[in-house]
């Protein structure tokens, strides 16, 4: 679904060199090594390198526990580099930094996995910051070209009420499930066809 304008990815830039899209994975809090993790994160990864179109970027996070905004989004600015040709793929605490960022930054995409809207009451989700003040929906909108959620209705920790909240206030391209819990399959392959679809034909 097509929100505002973003510079199409592939055009000129000033320089005359041709911008390509790039994918960042922003995986939800809990640590570890996400590259090598049971979580689809990898597996996502290696396979959209395979596509010679796009180059998809996977990096373990600063506080990977409370995922605290305050460290999160200057890391995605400065060390993943997302910007206005990027695709941001958030999952969980990711889907939440995904979103705060895109408040105040153009992206060519976010796809939004497991999105909530609250800190459901938990001490760590009042820490990370992303929930103690309004979401800018509007905001979030004009700065992405394309809003793509991922949901079930099954997920242990999300209210579908709170997922729901997400579709409706982004007009997202909503893909809803009855039987995938919170998306900690090792294959992701739906996530992977909503990729490919976004990337620019040359």
């Known amino acids: 679904m097509l929100h505002g304008h973003v ?9 005359g060199a041709v911008s390509a899209v790039k994918a960042v994975i922003i995986p939800g809090n809990g640590g570890g090594n996400v590259e090598e993790s049971c979580m689809w994160y990898g597996w ?14 996977l990096r373990n996070m600063p506080d990977p526990f409370t995922a605290r905004e305050s460290i999160w989004l200057p890391f995605m600015e400065s060390e993943l580099q997302c910007d206005a040709h990027t695709i ?3 999952h969980s ?8 960022f895109a408040e105040t930054h153009q ?3 976010i796809i ?13 989700e009042k820490e990370s910051g992303y929930f103690n003040r309004p979401w800018q ?3 979030i909108k004009s700065n992405c070209g394309y809003i793509i959620q ?6 242990p920790f999300l209210p579908w009420s709170e997922q729901q909240e997400v579709a409706d206030n982004l007009g997202a391209e909503l893909h809803k499930y009855t039987d995938r819990g919170h998306f900690q399959n090792t294959e992701f392959h739906e996530l992977v066809s909503a990729v490919k679809k976004l990337i620019p034909v040359k």
């Open 44 to 57: 996502t990864k290696r396979r959209l390198d395979k596509n010679t179109n796009i180059q998809c970027l």
């Open 137 to 139: 929906w509007e905001k």
């Open 107 to 109: 992206v060519y995409a």
């Open 93 to 100: 605490s990711g889907a939440a930094a995904a979103m705060r």
């Open 150 to 155: 991922f949901g079930s209705t099954d997920d």
């Open 112 to 124: 939004l996995v497991s999105a909530y809207t609250t800190d459901l009451g938990y001490d760590d």
């Open 88 to 90: 941001i793929i958030g």
């Open 7 to 15: 510079e199409e990815a592939g055009s000129m830039s000033d320089g």
